[in-house]
Nanobody, 122 residues
Framework: VQLQASGGGLVQAGGSLRLSCLAS????????MGWFRQAPGKEREFVAA????????FYADSVRGRFTISRDNAKNTVYLQMNSLKPEDTAVYYC????????????????WGQGTLVTVSS
């Protein structure tokens, strides 16, 4: 699976952004698509994930209620709608895919996009 993320940028606190992740070569019905982020000097952390088949969603506590993960099957694209952004949301955001293992652990994901930078100013 090849992943291509886009949509990052600079936004003021309280604003919104939508990230997109185009997936090619996706064939497994049990596949999970996830979003992770990594701030400077910090470890990569789980943000949100969705089962490609069925659409179950999973969120980190820090973003639940503000971020929404969704997909467009026809476009093989996963989105991360980010609302009420905070300066602490500033990070490089990565989309990733995995066919097995923990949904919440970066090491379980075997396909990664190139990352897109989100900067939230105060």
């Amino acid at each position: 699976v090849q992943l291509q993320a886009s949509g990052g940028g600079l936004v003021q606190a309280g604003g919104s952004l939508r990230l997109s992740c185009l997936a090619s070569g996706l064939t497994f019905s049990t596949y999970v698509m996830g979003w992770f982020r990594q701030a400077p000097g910090k470890e990569r952390e789980f943000v949100a994930a969705m089962r490609w088949s069925g659409g179950s969603t999973f969120y980190a506590d820090s973003v639940r209620g503000r971020f929404t993960i969704s997909r467009d099957n026809a476009k093989n694209t996963v989105y991360l709608q980010m609302n009420s952004l905070k300066p602490e949301d500033t990070a490089v955001y990565y989309c990733a895919g995995r066919s097995s293992g923990s949904i919440y652990v970066a090491g379980a994901y075997d396909s990664w996009g190139q990352g897109t930078l989100v900067t939230v100013s105060s």
